[in-house]
């Protein structure tokens, strides 16, 4: 557990967005009346492919792949670092302790940097214009200049404290003044920071270990552990002090890489090793009107703020448990009918909200959204058994049913229980019309007080609680894909997935598409074990 000023916001996992522009967006900029200047991007993908010591580009608007297997001078590629204009990769070579620089342009090597340290890894480009490498098996960082004719490495920076065996993460303040790595070893491991002039440790802060890191724009430090803890801490660099943290889901988890893009947080995060996804902190999430449980066959009970008429009756709370109710009566056990209950359910299965899923609420002014980001409960931790769903209770009565995705396993699980409205009596059972839920993909449902026993299909919409869950669904009997490192862009979500629940290779780039929130239906196929990838924005010239 981390350790210093800490203030528990309790937040669940919700995996899932990423953001930059695809090929033909624009953006446009003004100033005082002058005429609209129009910017164009492209952008290219890139992954870092450990066993076979290639990277592969790929043009990220069309999926299409450029150069399969760019080979690499050296070995075990495991970490990738855009430059500031975004046509150039640094990648971190673990097997052969130096960097590859790559010409994302023409696809090709341009050179490679020796280093002086054991496994070079995660590396950033500071404000001062120089690269700061990590190393798995050395314990200092290493300071390289990018810019000279030959690019070499000119300092390291080694921490003061006693016992640190190895760094895994860096970021640096946006002023440049500062560096914070993460250190293994120890008598803990920690998280330490660099006087950037001086080349010196100027204090340490003790910490579980470290997964990953990233910093905003305004120097706040989001710190991802690795293993086990489900939690991802806030520290302010600009008091050295923890200010709160936000819990991403249950426990016993793999979470591998962090990835902060325009506000938005996305983490790789696994089910002990077996499949996962990227969960999305949204750039709008307030802790304050979010509660959330991660457990099976569970419930808890959620303030609306409003009182909910439900036929002739006033309720000012209500009960929302694991397999997708939404009671006044209290709990209701998966699978009674619709005579059992009091309220709504869009699903009423025996689900299972554990490891990296949840069930969510948040309250609004005029209405409260409860979410399910679940799996069914024979398909234990495999992401293809996945579904989303939720439902939203208004101000004025009426209530809407929103259904988003699920796996391609999700219905060889159906109960065939039926769900809808009850009051205690059979109101609207969807499945007569409906038939599975998990058949459901981006169709909502209106329920008017005024007509109770039909519902109304209205356009799709979903309103989340803050906190999404993309799943990286595969195709095939394997289940779903493990992942390893998530990139973003305005259009899209990239996910490097290893393998599939089964432990079969798969090699591949799952894509969301950031508006439909579904993914594509083809994986991108790369090079053996991505394990790092990055996407740049490129300005068209």
């Given at each position: 557990m981390l350790k210093a000023n800490k203030k528990a916001l309790h937040i669940a996992i919700l995996s899932g967005a990423l953001l930059l522009a695809g090929c033909g967006d624009e953006d446009l900029a003004a100033t005082n009346g002058s005429p609209?200047?129009?910017?164009?991007?492209n952008h290219i993908g890139i992954t870092a492919n450990y066993d076979d010591s290639t990277v592969t580009l790929f043009d990220a608007d069309t999926m299409a792949v450029t150069h399969a297997a760019i080979a690499l001078s050296g070995a075990a590629p495991s970490a990738i670092t855009l430059s500031t204009d975004n046509k150039t990769a640094y990648v971190s070579n673990s097997g052969s302790?130096?960097?590859?620089?790559?010409?994302?342009?023409?696809g090709t090597e341009m050179g490679v940097i020796g280093l002086s340290g054991d496994a070079p890894g995660r590396s950033i480009i500071a404000p001062d214009g120089y690269l700061y490498v990590t190393f798995g098996n050395s314990?200092?960082?290493?300071?390289?200049?990018?810019?000279?004719?030959?690019?070499?490495?000119?300092?390291?920076?080694?921490?003061?404290?006693?016992?640190?065996?190895?760094?895994?993460?860096?970021?640096?303040?946006?002023?440049?003044?500062?560096?914070?790595?993460?250190?293994?070893?120890?008598?803990?491991?920690?998280?330490?920071?660099?006087?950037?002039?001086?080349?010196?440790?100027?204090?340490?802060?003790?910490?579980?270990?470290?997964?990953d890191l990233e910093i905003d724009s305004n120097g706040i430090l989001y710190v991802l552990p690795s293993y086990a803890d489900d939690t991802l801490y806030r520290f302010d660099t600009n008091s050295d002090e923890f200010a709160d943290e936000v819990e991403l889901t249950y426990s016993d988890l793999e979470m591998n890489d962090l990835h902060l893009y325009n506000g938005t947080l996305f983490a790789a995060v696994n089910a002990e090793g077996d499949s996962g996804g990227v969960a999305e902190v949204s750039a709008t999430f307030d802790p304050n009107s979010y509660a959330y449980d991660s457990d099976d066959d569970s419930d808890y009970d959620v303030a609306l703020g409003f009182n909910f008429n439900f036929l002739g009756t006033d309720y000012s709370e209500v009960s929302m448990n694991s397999n997708g109710v939404v009671s006044f009566g209290g709990y209701v056990s998966y699978g009674e009918g619709l005579n059992y209950i009091t309220g709504f359910t869009p699903n009423n299965e025996d689900l299972?909200?554990?490891?990296?899923?949840?069930?969510?609420?948040?309250?609004?002014?005029?209405?409260?959204?409860?979410?399910?980001?679940?799996n069914t409960y024979d398909g234990n931790e495999n992401v293809n058994a996945f579904t989303s769903f939720e439902v939203v209770l208004y101000r004025n009565g009426q209530a809407r049913f929103d259904y988003l995705l699920s796996g391609p396993d999700a219905i060889e699980e159906?109960?065939?229980?039926?769900?809808?409205?009850?009051?205690?009596?059979?109101?609207?059972?969807?499945?007569?019309?409906?038939?599975?839920?998990?058949?459901?993909?981006?169709?909502?449902?209106?329920?008017?007080?005024?007509?109770?026993?039909?519902?109304?299909?209205?356009?799709?919409?979903?309103?989340?609680?803050?906190?999404?869950?993309?799943?990286?669904?595969?195709?095939?009997?394997?289940?779903?894909?493990?992942?390893?490192?998530?990139?973003?862009?305005?259009?899209?979500?990239?996910?490097?997935?290893?393998?599939?629940?089964?432990?079969?290779?798969?090699?591949?780039?799952?894509?969301?598409?950031r508006d439909t929130m579904l993914p594509l239906d083809t994986p991108i196929a790369v090079g053996a074990e991505p394990c790092a990838i990055a996407i740049a924005k490129i300005v068209v010239e």
């Open positions: 609209v200047e129009t910017v164009k991007y302790d130096d960097i590859s620089i790559i010409d994302l342009i023409s314990s200092f960082i290493a300071k390289v200049d990018i810019v000279a004719t030959t690019p070499a490495e000119v300092d390291t920076f080694e921490p003061s404290t006693v016992g640190l065996s190895a760094s895994n993460a860096i970021v640096a303040t946006p002023d440049g003044q500062s560096l914070y790595a993460a250190f293994d070893g120890g008598e803990g491991d920690s998280l330490v920071k660099f006087d950037v002039a001086l080349g010196d440790e100027v204090d340490a802060f003790s910490t579980d270990s470290v997964g299972d909200s554990r490891h990296i899923f949840n069930y969510s609420s948040r309250v609004a002014n005029d209405y409260v959204v409860f979410q399910w980001l679940t159906d109960d065939g229980s039926s769900y809808g409205v009850g009051d205690e009596e059979e109101m609207v059972n969807l499945r007569d019309t409906l038939d599975s839920p998990f058949s459901i993909e981006r169709k909502s449902y209106l329920w008017d007080p005024a007509t109770p026993n039909t519902m109304t299909e209205v356009p799709f919409a979903w309103e989340g609680t803050g906190i999404h869950f993309n799943p990286a669904i595969l195709s095939g009997e394997g289940g779903g894909g493990y992942v390893s490192g998530v990139g973003a862009s305005d259009d899209h979500i990239f996910m490097t997935t290893l393998h599939n629940y089964n432990g079969d290779d798969v090699n591949a780039v799952v894509v969301y598409d």
